[in-house]
């Protein structure tokens, strides 16, 4: 029998305010392979083939697999717990959260956010499981995302080799996930309830203070006027404002792949200058629909189900269904939680 889907909320209309106020504090993973920004090739002029090592028939990864940081958001709890037990301290997981009521990582609430302005892509997928009186969000690929990874073409798979290969000139090779508790809060009119929340998101690199920075290529320049364009900057900034980032830096490559100049770009002043779409509006979004999961988790799901959510391509609803419980946290984590 087919599960019943009813929409949850409406991306048409939600409560909005004119003012958000989001703020961020991180927390280091162990383990993890640091890059630091090479500052000193930002702000002049480069001569650097991106095309180098790209193999189009390279076998693609198995997206099935794919968890978005899963793992390591599970970890760096564990860690934080293992680290307040260690110290004699009383520990939970509440303690350990500092107070966040959800847990997800960054790929959740940013496609929530952006989906407000651009809708016409391949949609997303949640599973929610509640723990200790803490929700679990965990992002899951959507069968739609599933087939236009498999239907690539060469220029879409040579344009994202181009960005893998900016990151390891500007930073070098590595991996680093790090940890944020975010706290999103609109002003009174909207009567919504703060919201908290630990995320864990994989950066790509970091500058000589320690700060975290996002590096993003684009071809030729800032197109400020091409809608496409401010899509884009959207997708930059909230994914960056989610996590604290103020700065990016940006790899300006021309059609041939060259790598011809990398500025750091403010991400107040790429807000400012794009009039497609408010960001305020973006994360009132990501607010309104936490604040519904936690309102309303409990009178719909029972023992041994979860929740699952999903935004369909092209939709403007986000939908519900409730299912039989799909485990998303591993035993280990239950075990020292419980």
């Known amino acids: ?16 305010s004119t003012e958000v106020t989001i703020s961020t504090t991180k927390h280091y993973v162990p383990n993890q392979s640091i890059k630091f920004l090479k500052e000193d090739l930002l702000g002049k002029s480069l001569n650097v083939d991106l095309n180098e090592g790209f193999n189009p028939d390279r076998e693609e990864p198995d997206w099935t697999l794919w968890d978005g940081g899963w793992k390591h958001l599970l970890n760096s709890l ?20 500092e107070g966040a009521e959800v847990v997800c990582c960054r790929g959740a609430a940013a496609n929530i956010a952006s989906s407000v302005y651009d809708s016409n892509d391949s949609g997303f997928k949640l599973h929610v499981d509640k723990f200790n009186g803490v929700l679990f969000i965990k992002e899951v690929i959507t069968e739609a995302r599933l087939e236009e990874t498999g239907r690539r073409n060469e220029w879409q798979k040579k344009t994202s080799w181009w960005g893998h290969k900016l990151e390891t000139t500007l930073a070098g090779k590595g991996r680093e996930y790090a940890a944020f508790l ?17 995320c864990v998101a994989e950066v790509d690199c970091r500058d000589s203070l320690e700060n975290f920075v996002e590096i993003k290529a684009q071809a030729n320049r800032l197109s ?21 980032v103020e700065e990016l830096v940006v790899g300006f490559r021309d059609n041939d792949g060259i790598l011809f100049r990398a500025d750091k770009v403010n991400l107040e002043d790429l807000r400012e200058r794009c009039d497609d779409w408010d960001g305020q509006v973006c994360f009132q979004a990501v607010q ?29 609803d986000i939908v519900y269904s409730v299912v039989p419980k799909i485990e998303i946290l591993n035993k280990e984590f239950r075990d020292f939680f419980t």
């Open 224 to 244: 400020y006027n091409d809608g496409k364009f401010q899509k884009k900057a959207m997708k930059w900034w909230i994914q960056s404002t989610l996590i604290g």
């Open 288 to 316: 309104h629909c936490f604040n519904q999961i936690r309102k309303q988790f409990d009178d719909l799901v029972g023992e041994n189900q979860m929740l699952v959510l999903e935004r369909k391509p092209l939709s403007r």
């Open 182 to 198: 975010t706290k999103i809060n609109a002003n009174y009119k909207t009567r919504e309830d703060e919201v908290k929340i630990f």
């Open 1 to 16: 029998m087919k599960t019943q889907e009813r929409v949850f909320f409406s991306l048409d209309s939600f409560p909005c």
């Open 78 to 97: 564990l860690f934080l717990g293992k680290r307040l037990q260690a110290k004699s301290r009383k520990y939970n997981l509440k303690s350990v959260l």
